[in-house]
């Protein structure tokens, strides 16, 4: 079946401009993840939503991040005045939501660079 | 601070050895931890997840093990081969809930 996509794949962008970044999960799938992940590191947690709702945003780096999730379904991150330190590729995972040891399944990211 | 440590060099080996990857984890206490695989532009596969209270998993040419008196994973790759040529990431659950928490991940190179 159709595993996460993630669109676009690569967005180029200048300071100060707003992005949106969206993910599309595996259906059924009730939980889903935001991690960003800079060269040469692993990927770091932003958010995660079970169902509509934000259940942990702890790993948000500042107001300047937001995210999303309307229906229980596709997913948006939304930055604000991007900055040259945003630049990373952002991963979306998702997990049928049961259990903290459900296989987190990821998507092929979007490569983000702010000029 | 919660740290988790993968080597920080690549890991070279000739096919068909046997590849050790170490992970090595401060100030935790991990219900369980994962290991996973990312090829150049893609996002991460899961391969393999051990809880606390096991000692050993396998899976195919795959081994982990897992010592909570040491804060240490390792994973083996028996029979390697060069399409293992991978990042492998370590992963632990983290004290908030659902999200992971990742090592920067080694690089492993199996030559012909």
């Known amino acids: 079946g159709a595993g996460v996509s993630q669109t676009p794949s690569n967005k180029v962008t200048e300071k100060g401009k707003y992005v949106e970044l969206r993910c599309d999960p595996i259906?059924?799938?009730?939980?889903l993840y935001w991690y960003r992940q800079s060269l040469g590191q692993g990927p770091e947690f932003l958010i995660y939503?079970?169902?509509?709702?934000?259940?942990?945003d702890s790993g948000l780096p500042n107001d300047r991040f937001f995210a999303v999730r309307p229906e229980g379904s596709v997913s948006t991150l939304k930055i604000q005045r991007t900055e040259r330190g945003d630049s990373a590729v952002y991963l979306c995972?998702?997990?049928?939501?049961?259990?903290?040891?459900?296989?987190?399944?990821f998507g092929p990211g979007t490569r983000l660079t702010v000029l | 601070s919660q740290k988790i440590e993968q080597n920080s060099e690549a890991l070279n080996i000739q096919e068909g050895k046997t590849a050790t990857l170490t992970c090595n984890y401060t100030?935790?206490?991990?219900?369980?931890l994962q290991w996973y695989r990312q090829d150049p532009g893609r996002g991460p596969v899961f391969l393999l997840l051990i809880r606390e209270n096991e000692k050993e998993k396998r899976k195919e040419r795959l081994k982990v093990t897992f010592d909570t008196t040491l804060k240490q994973s390792l994973f083996h790759i028996t029979a390697s081969q060069p399409a293992d040529s991978a990042t492998y990431l370590c992963?632990?659950?983290?004290?908030?809930?659902?999200?992971?928490?990742f090592g920067k991940g080694t690089s492993l190179l199996v030559t012909p």
């Open positions: 939503f079970q169902g509509t709702g934000a259940a942990d």
């Open positions: 100030n935790y206490s991990p219900a369980y």
């Open positions: 992963a632990l659950d983290s004290n908030s809930g659902y999200a992971l928490n």
């Open positions: 995972a998702s997990s049928l939501g049961g259990d903290r040891t459900d296989t987190q399944y």
């Open positions: 259906s059924g799938h009730t939980a």
